[in-house]
């Protein structure tokens, strides 16, 4: 089972990025879904993260105030809207499905992942 995220791109600091994940081949709607973030040489970082009714949604320190995380269960998607990049943002950016319908920030609670896009901040 695949998740598909789409829309990174290579950005200017301070500009905007609106990422999307897609599960063609199933519905996420009744489960938290997760964004993640893996730089060169780092290990996969938790991003930002939803519950099923998007109710309760959860943030990284370093992209809270900036980054906004939403779904709509009727085209089956989740979004990332990312605001006043930074070169530190720059990573390739995967989506989740959780186990579970609550946000949550633990890697290990999520078992369906996407392939990724490409987040280039530049300076």
């Known amino acids: 089972v695949q998740l598909q995220a789409s829309g990174g791109g290579l950005v200017q600091a301070g500009g905007s990025l609106r990422l999307s994940c897609a599960a063609p081949?199933?519905?996420?709607?009744?489960?938290?879904v997760g964004w993640f973030r893996q730089a060169p040489g780092k290990e996969r970082a938790f991003v930002a993260a939803?519950?099923?009714?998007?109710?309760?949604?959860y943030y990284a320190e370093s992209v809270k105030g900036r980054f906004t995380i939403s779904r709509d269960n009727a085209k089956n998607a989740v979004y990332l809207q990312m605001n006043n990049l930074k070169p530190d943002d720059t990573a390739v950016y995967y989506c989740?499905?959780?186990?579970?319908?609550?946000?949550?920030?633990?890697?290990?609670?999520?078992?369906?992942w996407g392939q990724g896009t490409l987040v280039t901040v530049s300076s």
């Open positions: 939803i519950s099923w009714r998007g109710g309760t949604t």
């Open positions: 081949r199933r519905t996420f709607s009744n489960n938290g």
């Open positions: 989740a499905s959780a186990r579970g319908a609550a946000a949550v920030v633990n890697r290990s609670e999520y078992n369906y």
